[in-house]
């Protein structure tokens, strides 16, 4: 495949898209604004498929083809030359919609813009830009490299073309695309983040230890991991931001977050990137 994509954001979400696109075949561009991040990021993915070399399912020959077709940036001008810009930054509206309105006036006319958002509106995102039609949501699950799931979320505007590309490549990435529509939380975290949440205040109004709570639902709902762990991996700041958009998106206080995951993130404590959340990290 010779599609030229573009990922912005060279964080968790980012460079796991950098990585499965660029071993797909693609021509690959993280950007980020910070050349340490790129470089971590660069050095994460060489890690990941040093891993995969170790279990059998890459060899070395793969793996020097996929790195030479990985390039890193901090200009957002190096966007010009993608057909497919994919923006992986933190989930913050205000941010978003600053990237997209400069990606439309750095990319390519016919360039499809893709978030992967996992709660903003893709109408709002769009509206920021002077091509709506060519704006959609392509969200990936974490860890993206072993994650089959990609949300296709359709803004308001998003053309059947745009929608036809993005599905067709998320399939070129070795992903099972499922079209989700434009309200907050898409599909999975309008199901997951209540769980989650739930899962909070069970620990806040002590039913439960947070061993306690995810054991319950590893061993009695068969969950390959426990919903605090999983919030861990995520992010509780960015499992906050979820629920604040769901929150203000439906107006319904079933969706108000717990009180105990506010805390923790006034804290700093993130989950596995601050190396504590609801469990401590080494």
């Known amino acids: 495949m010779s599609e030229v994509i573009a990922v912005i954001g060279a964080g968790q979400m980012g460079n796991g898209i950098a990585h499965i696109a660029a071993q797909a075949g693609c021509s690959v561009t993280m950007i980020d604004v910070s050349a340490a991040a790129l470089e971590k990021a660069r050095a994460t993915i ?18 020097d083809a996929t790195l030479s077709r990985l390039s890193n940036s901090t200009d957002m001008g190096a966007v010009a030359r993608a057909s497919v810009a994919i923006e992986a930054a933190t989930e913050n509206a205000d941010l978003k919609f600053r990237i997209f309105a400069e990606l439309d006036r750095l990319a390519a006319p016919k360039a499809i813009l893709a978030t992967n958002t996992s709660s903003i509106s893709i109408t709002a995102i769009a509206g920021h830009t002077g091509r709506p039609a060519q704006v959609i949501g392509m969200h990936f699950m974490n860890p993206v490299p072993l994650m089959q799931l990609v949300e296709i979320i359709r803004g308001l505007a998003t053309s059947d073309e745009t929608a036809a590309t993005t599905f067709a490549l998320a399939k070129t990435l070795g992903k099972t695309p499922v079209e989700a529509n ?17 899962a909070v205040y069970c620990v806040m109004e002590g039913v439960g ?23 861990d991996l995520i992010g509780l700041d960015t499992c906050l931001a979820i629920l604040d958009v769901l929150h203000t998106g439906f107006g319904d206080p079933k969706y108000r977050a717990c009180p105990l995951l506010r805390k923790y993130v006034a804290a700093g404590w993130l989950g596995r990137k601050s190396g504590r959340g609801f469990f401590e990290y080494a």
């Open 209 to 231: 230890t947070p061993d306690a709570v995810d054991t319950v639902m590893k061993l009695g709902m068969n969950h390959p991991m426990g919903p605090l762990a999983l919030a």
């Open 182 to 198: 434009d309200y907050p939380g898409f599909i999975a975290n309008r199901v997951l983040m209540p769980m989650i949440n739930e």
């Open 46 to 63: 060489e890690k990941n498929l040093d891993r995969q070399i170790k279990k059998g399912t890459l060899d070395a020959a793969a793996r």
